[in-house]
């Protein structure tokens, strides 16, 4: 796909179906994110965690309900896949690096045809829980900061022509 037809079709998908990703998908999501900038090369301090795990899913998915108090609450929203970004606080720029990684993601399962979401709110919420930090293999020192969730979308919807934000306001300087 050329780079601004993929700008132009990500979009947040809340609607994944539950069939497994395409062979290769995550080797190429991984990929994606070990391209991104990382602040003085600290590479060393964040951590991926791939998860396809339906229980350890369930169970950050519950983290939403809980802080919620909606049963309903689904934050992953079905989705097969989800790659967790932790950080370490040594270097001091966790999130910032975090995010570069996660669009960089974000960008390549729109390339594939796979639809996408950044998804936040409840890995705060999951940080909080030692037991499942551990079970989602983050190493001792780190914490889970955000994440992407991945998997075939229930309808895709057409690429937009205009960006979504026209409210960010722009100055010119010279
Ligand atoms: C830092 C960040 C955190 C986000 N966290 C969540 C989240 O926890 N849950 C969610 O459904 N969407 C989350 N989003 C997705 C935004 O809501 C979404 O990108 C925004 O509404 C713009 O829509 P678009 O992605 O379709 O362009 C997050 C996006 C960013 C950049």
Known sequence: ?????????????????????PEG??????????????????????????ITDKSVLERIRQCAVRA?????ADALHGAPLLIVVSTSPEGGIGALNVSCLIENMLLA?????????????????AAKDAALVGDMKVPAGFTPVASVAVGYAKSEP??????????????FVG
């Open 109 to 125: 399962a729109t390339d594939l045809g796979l639809g996408n979401l950044y998804v936040r709110g409840v890995i705060t919420e």
């Open 158 to 171: 057409a690429p937009r022509e205009t960006p979504k934000n026209d409210v960010t306001k722009i100055d």
């Open 1 to 21: 796909m050329q780079f601004q037809e993929v700008l132009k079709r990500r979009v947040s998908t809340r609607d994944f179906e539950a069939r497994a990703l």
């Open 25 to 50: 998908a995550v080797k190429a999501l991984l990929d994606a994110a070990l391209y991104a900038p990382v602040g003085m090369h600290r590479y060393e301090t964040l951590h991926l965690s791939v």
């Open 68 to 72: 919620s108090g909606n049963e309903n």
